[in-house]
């Protein structure tokens, strides 16, 4: 079955500067990569996803790159805030019509310092 | 409701009890699934309820574990002679259940302990 790797799984970084969480899958047939973020006490929340006919998403600060052929997917934060301290999760899954299960990574704890 | 609903929030219970958590999807929401995410791990898949088609219960840890959703909407996962192992947050989402695949919208869990 699939397996999603994620790292770091921890991070720290001041204010304004950029964050980079990298993740591998193992399952060639994946072709969507969501990323959730996780606040203290809450549920995943999904951030940002990207589909395997396109190499790159942007929203605002965030975007996401995916590189097919080497199965990894990174997530990009600019310019960063303490609000975007949270734990952040990838997943992979290869749903066609209708969904199958993500498969999760491990999560990583971004820290943004003040 | 406006999302996804998980009662209660927390739960603790002794060794060797049963439990059921609840969930409630957002209305319309075909698909369901249930995670569990133990302390400092990633999110677990347990099982995934789609439409009414059976269940995909290939991540269920042993058969003390079951669930059962009435209806197409509300689910309960039932855990019988609780372990210590199985203390852990259990996480419901839902998602629309057509078209290519999407991501979900998690409840904000039920914080199991077992003393």
């Known amino acids: 079955g699939e397996n999603v790797e994620q790292h770091p799984s921890t991070l720290s970084v001041q204010e304004g500067d950029s964050a980079v969480i990298k993740c591998t899958y193992s399952?060639?047939?994946?072709?969507?990569f969501p990323w959730y973020k996780q606040e203290l006490g809450k549920g995943p929340q999904l951030i940002i996803d990207?589909?395997?006919?396109?190499g790159e998403k942007k929203d605002q600060r965030i975007a996401v790159t995916l590189n097919k052929t080497a199965k990894h997917f990174s997530l990009h934060i600019t310019e960063t805030q303490p609000e975007d301290s949270a734990v952040y999760f990838c997943?992979?899954?290869?749903?066609?019509?209708?969904?199958?299960?993500?498969?999760f990574g491990k999560g990583t704890r971004l820290s943004v310092i003040a | 409701g406006a999302g996804v609903s998980q009662s209660p929030s927390n739960k603790v219970t002794e060794k060797g009890k049963d439990v059921e958590l609840r969930c409630d999807p957002i209305s319309g929401h075909t698909a369901l699934y249930w995670y569990r995410q133990s302390l400092g791990q990633g999110l677990e898949f347990l099982i995934y309820f789609q439409g009414n088609s059976a269940p995909d219960k290939s991540g269920l840890p042993s058969d003390r574990f079951s669930a059962e959703r009435t209806g197409g909407s509300v689910s309960t996962l039932t855990i019988q002679r609780t372990q210590q192992e199985d203390s852990a947050v259990y996480l419901c989402?839902?998602?629309?259940?057509?078209?290519?695949?999407?991501?979900?919208?998690f409840g904000s869990g039920t914080r199991l302990t077992v003393v």
């Open positions: 399952d060639s047939a994946s072709n969507y």
């Open positions: 990207i589909r395997s006919n396109v």
């Open positions: 989402a839902s998602s629309l259940d057509s078209g290519p695949a999407r991501g979900y919208t």
């Open positions: 997943a992979a899954s290869k749903g066609n019509s209708g969904n199958t299960p993500l498969v």
